[in-house]
């Protein structure tokens, strides 16, 4: 540790654009000496991703409320994918860090939708489906996992203000109407219970609501 007294070189950059802080996201300590001597916590990689995305990335977690909570760190920036921090909380299915976000940040737009027409919900319902297809050929608890950890994130969404009457595909389904789909009643039956501005009389573009579809 004594090398990194008065080290000058702290912002140097690797092929991928990642400073020392990325390599440090493993110890909490040496984060914090970085930080102390002048690296740049706002300073993102090739890819547009600060620190904190690229940690929740590499699912490294060790630093997420430390950094949250220094003053002014750039919670607003997007990735090459036009994805902020919230939305790769949701990629990656941090729940937990989500509901810390939003007590630190209660005023970030949680149904916040990016020039990919991507949304927290909607992200949400997409890695939800590729889960699934990937279970697909497992036997039942599997699929008991998937849902169970998943509805996490759906607690998560629910608790921090996310808007579930948003429509997630092109065809103007809901998050309520993908549940009854796919058959998942638990998560149907949770955002019934949890949600009590759900409306289940919105229409996707077949003319068919959540009501229809439970039939």
Same mark, same amino acid.
């Given at each position: 540790? !004594?090398? /990194? $007294? ?5 912002? +140097?950059?690797? !092929? ?5 802080? #990325? ?6 300590? *040496?984060?914090? $000496? ?28 060790? +630093?997420?409320?430390?950094?949250? $909570? ?9 990735? !090459? #994918?036009?994805?902020? /921090?919230? %939305? ?8 937990? &860090? /989500? *509901? ?7 005023? #970030?737009?949680?149904?916040f939708v990016n020039k990919s027409n991507e949304s927290l919900l909607s992200i949400f319902i997409n890695h939800y489906i590729s889960e699934l297809k990937e279970k697909d050929e497992l036997i039942k608890t599997k699929y008991y996992e998937v849902i169970r950890d998943y509805g996490l994130m759906i607690r998560a969404l629910v608790e921090s203000g996310c808007d579930f009457n948003a429509y997630i595909d092109g065809d103007?389904?809901?998050? %309520? %109407?993908?549940? /009854? +789909?796919? &058959? ?28 229809? %579809?439970? #039939?």
């Amino acid at each position: 540790m !004594n090398k /990194l $007294k008065g080290f000058k070189y702290v912002n +140097l950059e690797d !092929n991928n654009g990642n400073t020392a802080l #990325f390599y440090a996201i493993d110890s909490i300590v *040496i984060f914090q $000496k970085l930080v102390d001597r002048g690296a740049d916590y706002n300073h993102f990689n090739r890819n547009g991703e600060n620190v904190l995305m690229y940690a929740c990335r590499k699912n490294k977690l060790r +630093l997420f409320d430390y950094v949250l $909570k220094i003053p002014d760190f750039n919670v607003a920036q997007f990735d !090459n #994918f036009g994805r902020n /921090l919230p %939305m790769i909380l949701v990629e990656c299915n941090h729940s937990q &860090e /989500l *509901i810390s976000f939003y007590n630190y940040h209660s005023d #970030f737009d949680i149904n916040f939708v990016n020039k990919s027409n991507e949304s927290l919900l909607s992200i949400f319902i997409n890695h939800y489906i590729s889960e699934l297809k990937e279970k697909d050929e497992l036997i039942k608890t599997k699929y008991y996992e998937v849902i169970r950890d998943y509805g996490l994130m759906i607690r998560a969404l629910v608790e921090s203000g996310c808007d579930f009457n948003a429509y997630i595909d092109g065809d103007g389904n809901t998050p %309520m %109407m993908f549940f /009854l +789909l796919i &058959e998942d009643y638990v998560s149907a039956y949770y955002l019934l219970t949890k949600f009590p501005k759900l409306d289940l009389s919105i229409k996707n573009k077949y003319n068919a609501n959540a009501s229809y %579809m439970a #039939f």
